[in-house]
Structure formats: structure tokens, C-alpha cells
Nanobody, 124 residues
Framework: QVQLMEGGGGSVEIGGSLSVSCAAT????????MGWVRQAPGKERETVAI????????SVADSVKGRFAISQDSAENTLYHNMNSLKPETAGLYYC?????????????????WGQGIQVTVSS
């Protein structure tokens, strides 16, 4: 079992920045991928950023490229997501996710462990 605990999030004005983090505990050995999945109101869940465990490959969705960055502290089993120039359409519930195999955007089926989610609100 893997436990994922998100932290950070909150509310920010359009154009602002926000960071979220995720602490992974439990049986994390052998895991190959972590990422962030966004659930926007009225829309399907979408993987917006992934990192291969160890941080050697990262990828973010085209819609957030240049504004969002994902990183990992392998020693502390912590995942970070820095979001800049936030727009209303990037608001939603952000889930920290973990997969046993190497993953890719944008599918969400590949993750077998999910955090509880953390809310990101973007207001004008």
C-alpha cells in the first residue's frame, strides 16, 4: 500500500502562483511514476504532469507548458508541483497519483494509488 498526502493549494488570483506538494509513504519501493491529475468542474480528470521516479524524465500537458513544473525529491519521497500564471481554466481538484509502471499524458487509468485531492481556486 502507498499513501499519498497532498499539501498546499488554496486560492489565488488570475496570474498568480501556487505550489502543491505530495508526501508518499508506505510501500514506495519499485514505483516508477508519479504525477498530478486535475479534475476541473464539469470535466473529466486529466493528467497534467508526470515524473519518472528519480526525476530523470518529466512531462507537462501542452495547456500548461511553460507555466507548470513538476519535480521530485527522491530522498524524501516528496512530489512538488509549481504552478505559475494561473488561469481560471486551470482551477480544480488536484490529485497526487502513483503508478507501478512508466506513465504518460494524459490518461489517468495508469495510476493505482491516488491522494485525496487538494483544491486550487483561481479567482479574478
Amino acid at each position: 500500500q502507498v499513501q499519498l498526502m497532498e499539501g498546499g493549494g488554496g486560492s489565488v488570483e488570475i496570474g498568480g502562483s501556487l505550489s502543491v506538494s505530495c508526501a508518499a509513504t508506505g510501500d514506495t519501493g519499485g514505483r516508477k511514476c508519479m504525477g498530478w491529475v486535475r479534475q476541473a468542474p464539469g470535466k473529466e480528470r486529466e493528467t497534467v504532469a508526470i515524473v519518472y521516479v528519480g526525476g530523470w524524465i518529466t512531462s507537462v500537458a501542452d495547456s500548461v507548458k511553460g507555466r507548470f513544473a513538476i519535480s521530485q525529491d527522491s530522498a524524501e519521497n516528496t512530489l512538488y508541483h509549481n504552478m505559475n500564471s494561473l488561469k481560471p481554466e486551470t482551477a480544480g481538484l488536484y490529485y497526487c497519483v502513483s503508478g507501478a509502471d512508466y506513465c504518460h499524458l494524459p490518461g489517468t487509468y495508469q495510476f493505482d494509488y491516488w491522494g485525496q485531492g487538494i483544491q486550487v481556486t483561481v479567482s479574478s
